[in-house]
C-alpha cells in the first residue's frame, strides 16, 4: 500500500498568511494526488485534484505543486473560513489511501 | 447529491446494512465509495464499486465481512456490514468517485458498535 505522511500535523496561523501543507508519498504516485478540506461536523470537500487541478467552485487562493514522492498545498491567503483540517489522498493506485491530516488553527 | 440513511448501535458480531440515494447526475455512469472516519480520527477508504457493479474493491481491514452493491434503478448504493467489530464504529460516507478522487460525498451515517 502507498503511505502518505502530511507535515505539519497542525499549524496556527493568522487571517492573511500564507500556508504551506506538505504530502509525501512511499513512492512514486506522478501527479495523482489531491487534496481535501474538512470542517468540524462536515463531510470532506476536494479542493485539488491531479497535483494542480483546482476543483470547479474553490477560490484560487489555494494552489497544489509537486510530482513524484513530494506535493505541497499552498494557501495565499488564509481566510476565516479555511480555518479546517486538510488532507491529501493518493488516487494512483487501489487501496486509496489519505495522509493524516493537517489542522489548520487560528493563531 | 448524495443523501445517506441513518446509522445505530449495534453489538459487536452483529449486522447492518447502509444506504446512500444519489440524484442530479446519471447513477450508473460513475464509480462509488465508501469511506470511513473513526471518532476523532483521520479517513480510511472502504471499498469501491464500478458504476455497472460489476466490480469491487475492499480494504483489508473489511474485506470478508463488508459487501458493497448497487441498485442503477434505484440510484442506490449499499453496504452490507456483517460480524461487525468495536473498531469499525465510524461515520461512513459515500462518495461519487472517479480516476481522480471523490466528490461529492454524503452527509455521512454514524455506526457505533459496542455492547
Known amino acids: 500500500d502507498i503511505q502518505l505522511t502530511q507535515s505539519p500535523s497542525s499549524l496556527s496561523a493568522s487571517v492573511g498568511d500564507r500556508v504551506t501543507i506538505t504530502c509525501r508519498a512511499s513512492q512514486d504516485i506522478r501527479n495523482d494526488l489531491g487534496w481535501y478540506q474538512q470542517k468540524p461536523g462536515k463531510a470532506p470537500k476536494r479542493l485539488i485534484y491531479a497535483t494542480s487541478s483546482l476543483q470547479s467552485g474553490v477560490p484560487s487562493r489555494f494552489s497544489g505543486s509537486g510530482s513524484g514522492t513530494q506535493f505541497t498545498l499552498t494557501i495565499s491567503s488564509l481566510q476565516p473560513e479555511d480555518f479546517a483540517t486538510y488532507y491529501c489522498?493518493?488516487?494512483?493506485?487501489?487501496?486509496?489511501?489519505f495522509g493524516q491530516g493537517t489542522k489548520v488553527e487560528i493563531k | 447529491l448524495l443523501l445517506q440513511s441513518a446509522g445505530g448501535l449495534v453489538q459487536p458480531g452483529g449486522s447492518l446494512r447502509l444506504s446512500c440515494v444519489a440524484s442530479?447526475?446519471?447513477?450508473?455512469?460513475?464509480?462509488i465509495s465508501w469511506v470511513r472516519q473513526a471518532p476523532g480520527k483521520g479517513l480510511e477508504w472502504v471499498s469501491t464499486i464500478s458504476g455497472s457493479g460489476g466490480n469491487t474493491d475492499y480494504a483489508e481491514s473489511v474485506k470478508g465481512r463488508f459487501s458493497i452493491s448497487r441498485d442503477n434503478s434505484r440510484n442506490t448504493l449499499y453496504l452490507q456490514m456483517n460480524s461487525l467489530r468495536v473498531e469499525d464504529t465510524a461515520m461512513y460516507y459515500c462518495a461519487t468517485t472517479y480516476d481522480t478522487g471523490f466528490d461529492p460525498w454524503g452527509q455521512g451515517t454514524l455506526v457505533t458498535v459496542s455492547s
Open positions: 442530479g447526475y446519471s447513477f450508473s455512469t460513475y464509480a
Open positions: 489522498l493518493q488516487h494512483n493506485s487501489y487501496p486509496r489511501t
